[in-house]
């Protein structure tokens, strides 16, 4: 990996101390990203931020080698993965062996992902990704868990958004796969707790919000 330029080490330096948000031109932050000592947040207004490895250079000023790029799970039109999160009103994708071997592969890159894009490297906490991505990121970790989707004439988990800020709600028939459910999302670095549905639908649910810290 080619060391960054002079140019790049200013933008890295004058990052801000507790986030790593970069300010530069649009070619300047390109180049980092493209060098894998920045990335570009999901959400508006798409600001730029350190990855661990642009961390590493600012505090301890030596270029670190460069990491395989990270593979990461896309809510992506027809004909790429996507968790399932039990609202789907049709079979999608692939089946059996073939759908198992879809998600662990999504779930190892988001995985990766994480340690890309967390300040610390941490695989346990999730990442800007998912908290840009709220449904998406907690089905894939329940799918990967081995818990089941909702579907056409089945029972299982249903993810879905909610008017809370950073929060999705699990639905899941039985209180024993509720609990999974809860299990499954705590493990994987998510917030959890069990609440009351209103009266009208009954039930109750677990409203999930990723960990920052």
Do not use: K
Not at 132 to 159: F, T
């Amino acid at each position: 990996m080619r060391p960054p330029t002079a140019v790049q080490r200013r933008i890295i330096e004058a990052a801000e101390p507790g986030t790593g948000r970069l300010s530069g031109t649009e070619t300047q932050l390109t180049g980092l990203v493209r060098a894998r000592l920045a990335f570009r947040h999901p959400r508006p207004p798409h600001a730029y931020f350190l990855t661990p490895a642009g961390h590493r250079i600012r505090e301890e000023g030596a270029a670190p080698a460069a990491p395989e790029p990270p593979r990461a799970p896309a809510p992506a039109p027809s004909g790429v993965f996507a968790a399932r999160t039990g609202t789907e009103t049709a079979p999608t994708g692939s089946e059996g062996p073939a759908r198992a071997r879809e998600v662990r592969s999504a779930w190892e890159g988001l995985v990766e992902l994480r340690r890309m894009t967390n300040r610390d490297g941490s695989r346990e906490r999730p990442c800007a990704w998912e908290r840009g991505h709220l449904v998406q990121a907690a089905a894939l970790a329940l799918e990967a868990a081995g818990c089941r989707p909702a579907g056409p004439g089945q029972d299982g988990y249903r993810v879905e958004e909610t008017p809370q800020p950073e929060a999705v709600a699990v639905r899941e028939p039985t209180p024993e796969g509720l609990r999974r459910c809860a299990a499954v999302l705590e493990r994987a670095g998510w917030q959890v707790g069990e609440h009351a549905a209103a009266a009208r639908s009954g039930g109750r649910y677990v409203l999930a919000s990723p960990r920052r810290t």
